[in-house]
């Protein structure tokens, strides 16, 4: 059984920082991008951060929104971890993080996914 489990998420003060996990597991996705991407109250889910690859060599892209705050790793182990370290939070980060994998490794668009994790909750105060 494919399971993404997000965990990490909370309730923080603007400045703070967090990091996010995601524990990919029931195949293996060494070879999948995967991608953080959150949704706020009323909005559609966004794009955030990818690592993904272009032929073997894997990268990563972010929101212009989150350049320079945010980073994303990832671990291919037994099983495929990834994290999001955010920084230098704003009120403006406050959403559900979903992490995200695509059979299509080059790829970092939501319509692309294979598969969802459920979601952490990152409430950012002021």
């Known amino acids: 059984q494919v399971q993404l489990v997000e965990s990490g998420g909370g309730l923080v003060q603007a400045g703070d920082s967090l990091r996010l996990s995601c524990a990919a597991s029931g195949r293996t996705f060494s070879s999948y991008a995967m991608g953080w991407f959150r949704q706020a109250p009323g909005k559609e889910r966004e794009f955030v951060a990818t690592?993904?690859?272009?032929?073997?060599?894997?990268?990563?892209?972010y929101a212009d929104s989150v350049k320079g705050r945010f980073t994303m790793s990832r671990e291919n182990t037994q099983n495929t971890i990834v994290y999001l370290q955010m920084n230098s939070l704003k009120p403006e980060d406050t959403a559900v993080y979903y992490c995200g994998a695509s059979a299509r490794g080059g790829s970092w668009l939501k319509v692309d996914m294979d598969y969802w994790g459920k979601g952490t909750l990152v409430t950012v105060s002021s």
């Open positions: 690592v993904r690859w272009s032929g073997n060599v894997g990268y990563a892209d």
